[in-house]
C-alpha cells in the first residue's frame, strides 16, 4: 500500500487474497491522525460500502484548509459523543463556525453542545 496508485482491489489481486483481507490489514496497522479543527468546521455524512456495518461514514472538514479532518465510520449519538469527548477543550473551542446539515442526530442541541462544549 505504499505506492498510492494501488487501490485495495490491485493489491489483493496481486497477493491472491479477498479485498476485505486487504482492508482489514491496513485498518489494524495504518493509523491516520486527525487534522486539528480551524476556524470553521463543517460535518456531513457520506454513504460508503466500506463502513463495516454502517452504510454511513462521519466527515468532518475545513474549508479553510481544504481537506478533510477525519473520518469516522459511524454517524450514530454514542460514537459521536464519544470522539467529540476525546477531542481537547480548547481545541473545540477554537471553532467559531459549525456547519452541518439538518439529519436529526445532529440537530439535537444537547448533541451540538458535545460537539464543541460552548
Known amino acids: 500500500m505504499k505506492n498510492?496508485?494501488?487501490?485495495?482491489?490491485d493489491v489483493a489481486k496481486e497477493f491472491n487474497v479477498s479485498v476485505t483481507t486487504i482492508?482489514?490489514?491496513?485498518d489494524e496497522h495504518?493509523?491516520?491522525?486527525?487534522?486539528?479543527f480551524t476556524d470553521v468546521l463543517c460535518v456531513d455524512k457520506?454513504?460508503?460500502k466500506h463502513c463495516g456495518f454502517n452504510k454511513y461514514c462521519f466527515i468532518t472538514y475545513s474549508p479553510q484548509l481544504d481537506k478533510i479532518?477525519?473520518?469516522?465510520?459511524?454517524r450514530?449519538?454514542?460514537d459521536l459523543c464519544g470522539y467529540f469527548a476525546k477531542i481537547p477543550?480548547?481545541?473545540r473551542k477554537k471553532v467559531k463556525y459549525f456547519s452541518?446539515?439538518?439529519?436529526?442526530?445532529?440537530?439535537?442541541?444537547?448533541l451540538i453542545y458535545v460537539f464543541l462544549m460552548l
Open 69 to 74: 479532518l477525519d473520518v469516522l465510520p459511524s
Open 100 to 110: 452541518m446539515d439538518l439529519y436529526n442526530i445532529y440537530i439535537d442541541r444537547w
Open 76 to 78: 450514530n449519538k454514542e
Open 30 to 36: 495504518i493509523n491516520i491522525n486527525r487534522l486539528h
Open 89 to 91: 477543550l480548547d481545541e
Open 46 to 48: 457520506i454513504y460508503s
Open 23 to 26: 482492508q482489514k490489514l491496513f
Open 4 to 9: 498510492i496508485n494501488k487501490s485495495f482491489k
